[in-house]
């Protein structure tokens, strides 16, 4: 039987989908569009409240906030193809992040780095399936070598939040 969410849950929850909204809309704000050497290309400040996410409020609640977050995005404006984008890049990066987040040995970064990764992955594959060319898969290298500095960079950031989580008294990582 499914154990059913606490209201400090939903709160935790709804505080971090407010977050990665907060932190795209301030990502589209400070990196205008063809500032980042590849189209498309972003930091993911939005995977701050991600990692949080996965870390104290667990592994399918992380799920959620990433599909949450793409669907507000559409339904205050988004379009469809940015949607199909950001559904998949979230769903291939989450459950990297959960996969690599059970291991013992891989840090944050490994796990931050690792979603990235999937991230662009998941986003190759749906411009696959919606220019119905192989041809953007020659992209995937490069977007995948920037995504892994920008997944560093988005660990670096998170870290102290997830410290500071710990410290006063939320389940997090050591």
Same mark, same amino acid.
């Given at each position: ?5 606490? /209201?400090? %849950? ?8 407010? @977050? ?5 809309? =301030? %990502? ?32 399918? %609640? /992380? ?7 793409? *669907?507000?995005?559409? *339904? ?16 291939? /990066? ?9 291991? %013992? ?34 992209? =995937? ?15 670096? @950031? ?5 410290? /500071? ?10």
């Amino acid at each position: 039987m499914r154990r059913s969410w606490t /209201a400090y %849950e939903v709160t935790k929850l709804s505080v971090l989908l407010a @977050l990665a909204l907060m932190l795209s809309i =301030l %990502e589209a704000w400070l990196v205008p569009k063809g500032i980042l050497p590849l189209p498309g290309l972003k930091l993911g400040l939005a995977n701050i409240a991600l990692l949080i996410a996965l870390y104290s409020v667990g592994k399918k %609640e /992380a799920l959620l906030l990433s599909l949450l977050r793409s *669907l507000v995005v559409l *339904l205050l404006g988004g379009n469809f193809v940015g949607f199909v984008f950001s559904v998949l890049g979230g769903i291939f /990066a989450v459950c990297t992040m959960i996969f690599l987040s059970g291991r %013992e040995k891989i840090s944050i970064y490994g796990v931050s780095i690792g979603g990235a990764a999937s991230h662009s992955i998941g986003q190759i594959l749906a411009a696959v399936m919606l220019s119905r060319t192989l041809y953007v898969m020659m992209y =995937l290298p490069y977007l995948i070598l920037l995504s892994c500095l920008a997944g560093a960079m988005i660990a670096f @950031l998170t870290i102290p939040v997830v410290k /500071a989580l710990d410290h006063i008294g939320t389940k997090m990582i050591q």
